[in-house]
């Protein structure tokens, strides 16, 4: 089946530039999360959705980033005046179920959109 | 905040050697631990969870909870598990927190 897929793949953008990242998580997927990923780093969390209910924003790194799930399975993740330390790559998982308690579910990642602000 | 520490940024072994990636991660009364890998060109994928015990490709990993570990064994390294493995543990709300990973190397 297909699996967690993004587009685009690759992004280059101006300084001060808006950009939108799409994420598809596999279909019946609840939980959706957004990492990002700077060069020679592990994935930081950024932000968790069950369903379409943002449950936590903690890792947004600014009010510069936003992100939505407006019905609970794509998922787009904004990015307004881009600066160039946010060029890395921003990874989308989803995960068949909700994540709470001691769940022990894996997450499965989509390929990646690696951005790149000039 | 919870810390997930990968000492060796690159490991490499000749094949048929046996590795070990080390990961340590923050106390945690009931840690919930994973290990990833990515291979070249492909995406971040599952390799296994500490709350199923269970053997993929021939790695194991045990949660020492004194130690708070977590490494990742084999005994006889392919040449086919050269990639980046990171380690992960689930934080108190959602997110996993990774490691920076280890980029294994297996040689002839």
């Known amino acids: 089946g297909a699996g967690v897929s993004q587009s685009p793949r690759y992004k280059v953008a101006k300084r001060g530039q808006d950009v939108a990242l799409r994420c598809d998580p596999i279909?019946?997927?609840?939980?959706l999360f957004w990492y990002q990923q700077a060069l020679g780093q592990g994935p930081e969390f950024l932000t968790y959705f069950q369903n379409e209910a943002q449950l936590d924003k903690s890792g947004l790194p600014s009010d510069r980033f936003f992100a939505e799930r407006p019905e609970g399975s794509v998922s787009t993740l904004k990015i307004q005046r881009t600066q160039q330390e946010d060029s890395a790559v921003y990874l989308c998982?989803?995960?068949?179920?909700?994540?709470?308690?001691?769940?022990?579910?894996?997450?499965?990642f989509g390929p990646g959109t690696r951005l790149t602000v000039t | 905040a919870q810390r997930v520490t990968q000492p060796e940024k690159l490991l490499s072994v000749f094949k048929g050697a046996p590795v070990e990636l080390k990961c340590n991660y923050s106390y945690s009364g009931s840690p919930e631990l994973f290990w990833y890998v990515q291979y070249s060109r492909q995406r971040l994928q599952l390799l296994l969870r500490h709350i199923s015990r269970e053997s993929i490709k021939g790695f194991t990993a045990d949660l020492n909870k004194g130690e708070t570990s977590f490494h990742l064994k084999k005994p006889f390294a392919q040449e086919e598990d050269s990639a980046m493995y990171y380690c992960a543990q689930r934080g108190a709300g959602y997110a996993l927190n990774f490691g920076k990973g280890t980029s294994l190397l297996v040689t002839p």
């Open positions: 998982a989803s995960s068949p179920r909700w994540v709470g308690g001691q769940g022990g579910e894996g997450q499965y």
């Open positions: 279909s019946g997927h609840v939980s």
